[in-house]
């Protein structure tokens, strides 16, 4: 596609459920980011994967968290036993290979843990 | 791990007026990148600076580098209304994740 697409936009969940948001890069991208941000508060870093590589998991937040990308493209970010804490922004990123080129953002998934 | 930091927090300015926010890094970077967030959502961005560039321009966007001070400053000439958004540096190494400050809240009353 055109741009970096998430889904679901919006998601509400109930404590302790899990949760899977889905992240489309930029097709050819081969660095994919999720980062965490809270309402009116800056961006956090989850994981970073880059190629073939091993990813960069140094940001996950607990256990409860992971992520995997399929194939080089699509990337799942998986929250099991969701708390009332996980609500926030999470937003995803890709770009191409080599340093200095522009990252692109998607909208975001809205969750919201009741 | 590298860390940008914006100053202020947030800003108030009369429309026509220019906005100037600061960022501050720890650490080495290749390049500096400034993002613009509206609403909440996702990030647009604005300018890149390289390591070895000094000062560059983009529109009614300025954008200097001091990697003596680490430190970078975004500009925003004749500010507009619609320039009212939360503005965030990043820090950027090859093969590493961007690292983002908690960024500016700029407002530009009509």
């Known amino acids: 596609g055109a741009g970096v697409s998430q889904s679901p936009s919006n998601k509400v969940t109930e404590k302790g459920k899990d949760v899977e948001l889905r992240c489309d890069p930029i097709s050819g991208h081969t660095a994919l980011y999720w980062y965490r941000q809270s309402l009116g508060q800056g961006l956090e870093f989850l994981i970073y994967?880059?190629?073939?590589?091993?990813?960069?998991k140094s940001g996950l937040p607990s256990d409860r968290f992971s992520a995997e990308r399929t194939g080089g493209s699509v990337s799942t970010l998986t929250i099991q036993r969701t708390q009332q804490e996980d609500s926030a922004v999470y937003l995803c990123?890709?770009?191409?290979?080599?340093?200095?080129?522009?990252?692109?953002f998607g909208e975001g998934s809205w969750l919201t843990v009741v | 791990s590298q860390q940008g930091e914006e100053d202020p927090q947030a800003l108030s300015i009369q429309e026509g007026e220019n906005a100037t926010m600061n960022c501050s890094y720890k650490?080495?970077?290749?390049?500096l990148q400034w993002y613009r967030q509206n609403s909440g959502r996702g990030l647009v961005h604005l300018i890149l600076i390289r390591s070895n560039e000094r000062e560059k321009h983009s529109g009614r966007l300025r954008v200097t580098l001091d990697t003596s001070k680490k430190s970078s400053s975004l500009l925003i000439t004749a500010s507009r209304a619609a320039d009212t958004a939360s503005y965030f540096c990043a820090t950027d190494q090859l093969n590493t994740p961007l690292v983002f400050g908690k960024g500016t809240r700029l407002s530009v009353i009509a």
């Open positions: 990123a890709s770009r191409a290979s080599g340093a200095g080129n522009t990252i692109y």
């Open positions: 650490t080495s970077i290749n390049n």
């Open positions: 994967f880059q190629g073939n590589s091993a990813p960069d």
